[in-house]
């Protein structure tokens, strides 16, 4: 039987959208401000860098990945990419890396017209953990060249099955080894106090994520992960802020209405699939539009579940923090990230996986070893692979992805 063309997706945008763009408009004027200014310091850092003991000590924090997702969503990644291929970065690496050099040299990013910056806000000091990919490391090194300013960073073991007490041991000793450098940056004498406040917020919070995630495993889902990727944004650059708290208070609610009245994100659903790997950021509505045009809801993502951090509830702030970057999906084994996906296609009931083999970022692409076919046998879960990149759409074929779909929804619709 051929899928019904799929209808003009209906799309329910959520309500918290608003409170959304208020509160990130209020983070961006922060750091514009300061950055004009000078009155707080600056911290850039990377995803799961150390945020929490930056925020402790009194830094605004800054998260280029954040702007790199910008740059794709805005679209403007495509025409800066060249400017940093040009000076050396191949069009191979981290295409975040290249557009957020690309734009830095073009004098151009998306926070001007969003939210009247002239440009990003210059750092302090830069800050990174390569717990996901050593780009993040050469991305910051050419800031570092750039502002003259001190770069300090995390190295994390990569591959890990079990977490030790070794592993452990080994990144708290290098978070503290930090403070003296953020003393000297910030002028403010560090208070573990202070950071176990930090902590403990930025705990509340990722819980109040968690939630606002599982929602989704109710039929039909209150929220896709097209959704999941926009109201991301305070969990991303906000943790341990307790206005990032109180947002997810309004959205969760929203979805708890939702659940109540069985509204869902997608009209129709009659299919729930899994997202693996990045986003295609200039590609977002498309892709909502085309999953919902099939009664296709997209309910869950490794994507968006890697900002759940359960280890920050402990005594030992620096403990948790060390657990969070080191129990992070992308940091682990490929046995336990077969694991995690068997168990996320159980718990939210998905009919079928879609792997995004993103070019430039290998680290987030879980298609290259031989997983889904193990899944797929081991589970039954069909899956497809779609080719693409998180910025550069020079990789991606929508033509490709659109037939790609269908033939999935095909398949699905053949079953008895
Ligand atoms: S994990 Fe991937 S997308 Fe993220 S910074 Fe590294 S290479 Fe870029």
Redesign the pocket.
């Known amino acids: 039987m051929t899928p019904e063309p799929g209808p003009r997706a209906a799309i329910k945008k959520l309500h918290s959208a608003g409170p959304l763009k208020d509160l990130m408009a209020e983070y961006f004027h922060e750091l514009g401000e300061a950055s004009r200014n000078g009155g707080r310091k600056i911290a850039w850092c990377t995803?799961v860098g150390p945020a929490e003991l930056l925020r402790a000590m009194g830094f605004l924090v800054y998260f280029p990945?954040n702007h790199g997702a910008l740059l794709g969503t805005s679209r403007v990644a495509a025409n800066v990419i060249p400017a940093a291929n040009a000076i050396g970065y191949a069009p191979s690496i981290?295409s975040?890396?290249t557009s957020d050099v690309g734009a830095y040299l073009r004098k151009t990013t998306p926070l001007a017209r969003a939210f009247g910056l002239e440009s990003v806000p210059r750092p302090d000091v830069l800050v990174y953990n390569t717990n996901?990919?050593r780009?993040?490391q050469d991305?910051f090194a050419f800031y570092q060249r750039e502002f003259g300013v001190p770069m300090i960073g995390i190295d994390t073991p990569r591959g890990v099955g079990e977490l030790t007490a070794g592993h452990v041991h080994g990144v708290v000793e290098q978070h503290k080894a930090l403070v003296p450098v953020l003393e000297r940056v910030s002028g403010t004498r560090f208070d573990i106090d202070r950071l176990r406040e930090v902590v403990a917020c930025s705990y509340r919070l990722t819980r109040l994520w968690k939630d606002v995630l599982r929602a989704a495993a109710h039929r039909p889902a209150p929220i896709s992960f097209f959704d999941g990727t926009i109201h991301m944004g305070p969990a991303v650059v906000l943790r341990g802020d307790p206005r990032a708290e109180a947002y997810y208070d309004i959205l969760l609610g929203e979805l708890r209405e939702r659940i109540q009245n069985n509204i869902g994100a997608v009209d129709h659903e009659r299919l729930r699939f899994y997202w693996d790997g990045?986003p295609v950021w200039g590609k977002l509505r498309e892709h909502a539009e085309l999953f919902a045009g099939h009664g296709a809801a997209v309910v869950a993502s490794t994507y968006c579940n890697s900002w759940i951090f359960e280890a920050l509830d402990g005594a030992d702030p620096f403990e948790g923090m060390s657990r969070a970057c080191m129990e992070l999906f992308?940091v682990r084994s490929e046995s336990y990230k077969e694991r995690y996906l068997e168990g996320m296609a159980r718990d939210y009931a998905v009919d079928a996986f879609v792997y995004h083999d993103a070019q430039?970022?290998p680290?987030?692409s879980n298609n290259r070893y031989g997983m889904p076919a193990r899944l797929a046998s081991r589970t039954g879960v069909p899956y497809i692979v779609m080719n693409g990149d998180?910025n550069d759409l020079r990789m991606y074929s929508e033509e490709q992805a659109r037939t790609q779909i269908e033939a999935l929804v095909e398949q699905l619709s053949e079953r008895p």
């Open positions: 995803s990945e981290c975040y890396l996901q990919c780009d993040v991305w990045m992308i430039t970022c680290n987030n998180l």
